[in-house]
């Protein structure tokens, strides 16, 4: 028959690539909780309604990305494309800003979007993100930014670039969306169809084209940090000024509007040379008015997400990170299949005293069964043969050295505890 393959724009995390993604979900743990952020898992499937409320009827994610489905109820499904909305749709049905009026959570897990495979970009990819709710201070975003830049840091990547701007209020981003759709309407003919699409729906989107055309023209568009208004200056002057008083290295970007509807104020994105054309890894911003949109009381909040995939490619780039052998501690050889019961009890007691056994399960000879404990990098091979079986004592052979002894069973367990 022929083989099944898996759905193109998916990947298999293998057994010898695991401990990449352990390494780095352990460190982002050990930060999170530095910070004092607290984890949440959300379902990876919404009610659509969660997405089309959140991320904006004029986004690629809703118009040409999701994953949305009709299920054997009639309620149309779709799995998550990102996290933040997930997030704040858990928040308001749980009510977990009634204990306290800022909530700090984090969280890691797969995500899903139906776009055009390549590197660094999956259909089904991985992302950490963390989301700070119930401030409306810039002290916020320069705590969620500090987060995100530690946790950058804790991997090993220190090569990266770190881009802000600040879209403003909703007064300051009316005024800039005024100014930008009149000079996108003066020269309308030479954008890209796509283009052509947002400046009806989303102008600011126009912004993040990536049409060559599109990136020249933009060159002369008005500047959305000329609009800001008093109280978005005020915001944004406090952000960039805590972090040069903090050495944060940044560059502000004018162009820079992240790729969904809910943002204001502060945005930002992390961005690495060792990617090649797709050059983020991560980004977020503030979106005060999300919890709102999706039945909450008027809660200001802001967040951000790490690509998983992304910065895999930048460690492994960088030779950061490499795939370190597994190995076991002990691995039990019999001469006998009748010796297999004896065999199982020591490693259960080898095992409840934190210390890894296997146990030959196949009945080969000893020395295809001594060929398999070197090939899994065991510490230790305990053989069990006539003389160990009748005797309650064991073989035990150091495979970094090749020395052995025969010793009691009583006396080897001792000497685990």
């Known amino acids: 028959m022929e083989k099944i393959q898996s759905i193109r724009g998916t990947k298999d995390i293998l057994p010898d690539s695991i401990n990449l993604w352990h390494y780095i979900f352990d460190k982002f743990n050990q930060v999170s909780n530095k910070f004092n952020y607290k984890e949440i898992r959300t379902p990876i499937f919404e009610k659509t309604e969660v997405f089309h409320r959140s991320i904006g009827e004029g986004t690629d994610i809703v118009n040409k990305e999701m994953y949305t489905f009709t299920d054997k109820g009639g309620e149309s499904i779709t799995l998550r494309p990102e996290a933040t909305a997930a997030v704040v749709r858990s928040i308001v049905q749980n009510s977990i800003l009634n204990e306290s009026p800022t909530a700090r959570l984090w969280y890691f897990g797969p995500f899903f979007r139906y776009e055009r495979p390549q590197k660094g970009r999956l259909r089904q990819f991985h992302q950490y993100g963390a989301e700070l709710i119930g401030s409306p201070n810039p002290e916020a975003d320069i705590e969620i930014i500090l987060l995100a830049n530690d946790l950058v840091k804790s991997i090993g990547i220190e090569d990266y670039q770190l881009l802000i701007n600040s879209l403003g209020n909703a007064n300051s981003r009316k005024m800039y969306r ?38 020249e023209l933009l060159a002369n568009a008005p500047v959305i940090l000329e609009s800001l208004d008093e ?116 490693a259960e007691i080898i095992r409840s005293n934190d210390k890894s056994a296997i146990v030959e ?38 495979l970094t050295n090749s020395t052995q002894e025969t010793i009691d069973l009583s006396k080897f367990l001792t000497s685990l505890t």
């Open 178 to 215: 005024d100014k930008l759709v009149d000079f996108l309407n003066e020269n309308r003919d030479s954008l890209s169809a796509d283009s052509q699409a947002r400046l009806e729906i989303n102008p600011l989107r126009i912004l993040d084209s990536k049409d060559e055309n599109d990136i």
């Open 231 to 346: 109280e978005s200056k005020i915001h944004f002057d406090f952000v960039i000024n805590t972090l040069d008083k903090l050495n944060i290295k940044y560059e502000i970007n004018n162009r820079l509007v992240r790729g969904l509807d809910y943002y204001s104020h502060t945005v930002f994105e992390f961005r690495s040379n060792h990617l090649g054309s797709q050059d983020s890894f991560g980004g977020g911003g503030r979106y005060d008015n999300l919890i709102e949109n999706l039945g909450g009381k008027s809660t200001p909040a802001i967040g951000f997400a790490f690509g998983i995939e992304r910065l895999i490619l930048i460690l492994e780039t960088l030779n950061k990170l490499t795939a370190n052998a597994d190995s076991i501690d002990y691995y039990i050889l019999t001469q006998n299949s009748q010796y297999i019961p004896f065999a199982f009890e020591i």
């Open 361 to 398: 399960i196949m009945r080969r000879s000893i020395k295809a069964q001594m060929r398999e404990a070197n090939k899994l990098n065991a510490k230790f091979a305990i053989i069990i043969g006539e003389s160990e079986f009748e005797n309650q004592s064991i073989t035990i052979k150091d």
